[in-house]
């Protein structure tokens, strides 16, 4: 038996074992007797051969033969692993995560993950795609459990998504979009879940802008009336904003308890 062979044998049993990843170090450990560039050659071969893929530098996943069609697995089955390697909190975000609670109008058609500052690098492998957003402040709430074939991946909770998408709307597409999210969103959100912590997940503009909504445009009118309580308990002071910060400043006067100055005309897709 060769020695490509016996690394796929061991890839094989990798499977067996429900695991769908490995890093090379990893590897390197459990093949002792192969030298560098025999290992670098069997992998270049089963790259080639579909049976994994590299996802990041010295980190690989196996595609079973269930996903061979589709060449690559779901970054959900593999990113708690591939974070981890990287040594980066994480978090599926935004249209990923409204998606897996239930609540995507539309599937997308990228990945969003959510880690801490320096920037990544987005991921673009067999026509999938994993665009990284970055936060200077990384939550310590609202972050859930999701359940995977392949383990748990760590997911915002509606709450979260719903401030990220308003926070992140021109990377998801709009702020139309952001607010047709949300209002399928919500449905998933109960007022108890509107707690104190709610006030370290993003700045006081975007929790402005997330109320107005909920009450205007989403019909969630407990979830406003709770979200309202909690800001106001930390101040009473509301500055105007606008409800749409990436479009043009269209004054009017401002008649709604949030604030909130409205520049654009939502429309919400059913």
Request: proline share 4%.
């Given at each position: 038996?060769?020695?490509?062979?016996?690394?796929?044998?061991?890839?094989?049993?990798?499977?067996?074992?429900?695991?769908?990843?490995?890093?090379?170090?990893?590897?390197?450990?459990?093949?002792?007797?192969?030298?560098?560039?025999?290992?670098?050659?069997?992998?270049?071969?089963?790259?080639?051969?579909?049976?994994?893929?590299?996802?990041?530098?010295?980190?690989?996943?196996?595609?079973?033969?269930?996903?061979?069609?589709?060449?690559?697995?779901?970054?959900?089955?593999?990113?708690?692993?591939?974070?981890e390697?990287?040594?980066?909190?994480?978090?599926?975000?935004?249209?990923?995560?409204?998606?897996?609670?239930?609540?995507?109008?539309?599937?997308?058609?990228v990945?969003?993950?959510?880690?801490?500052?320096?920037?990544m690098?987005?991921?673009?492998?067999?026509?999938?795609?994993?665009?990284?957003?970055?936060?200077?402040?990384?939550?310590?709430?609202?972050?859930?459990?999701?359940?995977?074939?392949?383990?748990?991946?760590?997911?915002?909770?509606?709450v979260?998504t719903?401030?990220?998408?308003?926070?992140?709307?021109?990377?998801?597409g709009?702020?139309?979009?952001?607010?047709?999210?949300?209002?399928?969103?919500?449905?998933?959100?109960?007022?108890?879940?509107i707690?104190?912590?709610?006030?370290?997940?993003?700045?006081?503009?975007?929790?402005?802008?997330?109320?107005?909504?909920?009450?205007?445009?989403?019909d969630?009118?407990?979830?406003?009336?709770?979200?309202?309580?909690?800001?106001?308990?930390?101040?009473?002071?509301?500055?105007?904003?606008?409800?749409?910060?990436s479009?043009?400043?269209?004054?009017?006067?401002?008649?709604?308890?949030?604030?909130?100055?409205?520049?654009?005309?939502?429309?919400?897709?059913?």
């Amino acid at each position: 038996m060769n020695r490509q062979n016996k690394i796929s044998d061991w890839i094989n049993q990798q499977l067996t074992k429900g695991k769908y990843s490995f890093t090379l170090a990893y590897l390197y450990d459990n093949m002792p007797d192969k030298s560098y560039i025999s290992i670098k050659l069997a992998l270049k071969r089963l790259v080639d051969k579909n049976k994994i893929i590299s996802i990041s530098k010295g980190f690989y996943t196996i595609i079973p033969p269930a996903y061979q069609n589709l060449g690559i697995l779901p970054p959900v089955m593999f990113m708690d692993d591939l974070m981890e390697y990287l040594k980066r909190p994480y978090y599926i975000s935004l249209l990923s995560a409204a998606a897996l609670h239930g609540a995507a109008h539309q599937q997308p058609q990228v990945n969003f993950v959510c880690t801490t500052l320096p920037s990544m690098r987005d991921t673009n492998k067999k026509g999938m795609q994993i665009k990284y957003v970055s936060k200077r402040n990384f939550p310590e709430y609202h972050i859930v459990k999701k359940k995977t074939e392949t383990g748990y991946v760590n997911v915002s909770d509606p709450v979260l998504t719903c401030l990220d998408l308003i926070n992140y709307h021109k990377t998801i597409g709009g702020f139309n979009r952001a607010a047709t999210v949300i209002n399928e969103l919500s449905e998933e959100i109960d007022k108890s879940e509107i707690n104190d912590n709610i006030l370290n997940l993003s700045s006081k503009a975007n929790m402005q802008r997330l109320g107005y909504l909920w009450e205007y445009e989403c019909d969630q009118q407990e979830l406003a009336d709770a979200l309202l309580r909690i800001i106001k308990e930390q101040s009473s002071y509301f500055k105007i904003y606008n409800l749409n910060p990436s479009a043009d400043l269209q004054k009017q006067k401002v008649n709604n308890r949030w604030k909130i100055n409205i520049n654009t005309k939502i429309e919400i897709d059913e």
